[in-house]
């Protein structure tokens, strides 16, 4: 099974920090994905990354930047955290679509950050 | 962009009954995949359902892509089905981005 492991499930940072979110998956996925979740808003993609070192925005990227240096790790940034950041962060990996064998989106567990 | 609804927004049941959840899509689709999400907040892939029919247990889909919509049966449903159940779909040509529905809550009361 693909794993995707996000480093931390719980996490509380102050106003101000820089926050760093990472994201390890082990199947070889070209796709990476950072997905925030909040109440009633439902999930909104970050940043997604289609190769090593690219990237592309997400309907939400104001605030956050993203590094994928290695194709197995895609790091999410929070350059200076805001209490407006405290929110439920997804990460994700995905083959390309046009691999034999395509099964969608697998999903980390997860890291709830609270930014005090 | 693909507009994805879910319906109903939620849904409360006795345990043993059956369900079933809809996802409408309002264009084409190549990629469609059911997720369950857990109380911890993790989502879990239910089944990567493009087109057809597929079965898991008490689980099953269906998605009539010329229709532009997909359901998920619940059958005998239990407790531990409780949670939120997402609709994800997409075009692809490259990253497989995909869009979600705002989801289905489901409460099984023993």
């Known amino acids: 099974d693909v794993k995707v492991t996000q480093s931390s499930r719980y996490l509380v940072k102050r106003t101000g920090e820089k926050v760093f979110l990472e994201c390890v998956q082990d199947?070889?996925?070209?796709?990476m994905f950072w997905y925030r979740q909040d109440p009633g808003l439902g999930l909104r993609l970050i940043y997604f990354?289609?190769?090593?070192?690219?990237?592309e925005k997400g309907d939400i990227p104001e605030g956050y930047s993203v590094s994928r240096e290695k194709k197995e790790r895609f790091s999410l940034i929070l350059e200076s955290a805001s209490t407006n950041q405290t929110s439920m962060y997804l990460c994700?990996?995905?083959?390309?679509?046009?691999?034999?064998?395509?099964?969608?989106?697998?999903f980390g567990s997860g890291t709830r950050l609270t930014v005090v | 962009g693909i507009q994805v609804e879910q319906s109903p927004p939620d849904l409360i049941l006795q345990e043993g009954a059956n369900s079933t959840l809809r996802c409408n899509f309002s264009?084409?689709?190549?990629?469609l995949q059911w997720f369950h999400q857990n109380p911890w907040g993790q989502l879990i892939n239910l089944f990567y359902?493009?087109?057809g029919t597929k079965q898991n247990g008490r689980l099953s889909a269906t998605t009539v892509a010329t229709e532009r919509y997909s359901l998920l049966y619940i059958s005998s449903s239990q407790t531990t089905d409780s949670g939120v159940y997402f609709c994800?779909?997409?075009?692809?040509?490259?990253?497989?981005?995909?869009?979600f529905g705002d989801g289905t809550t489901l409460t099984v009361k023993p």
């Open positions: 994700a990996s995905k083959l390309s679509q046009g691999a034999v064998t395509n099964y969608g989106y697998t």
């Open positions: 199947m070889d996925h070209e796709n």
């Open positions: 990354s289609y190769d090593v070192k690219m990237k």
């Open positions: 264009d084409s689709v190549n990629n």
């Open positions: 359902i493009p087109s």
């Open positions: 994800a779909v997409a075009y692809n040509t490259n990253a497989g981005k995909s869009t």
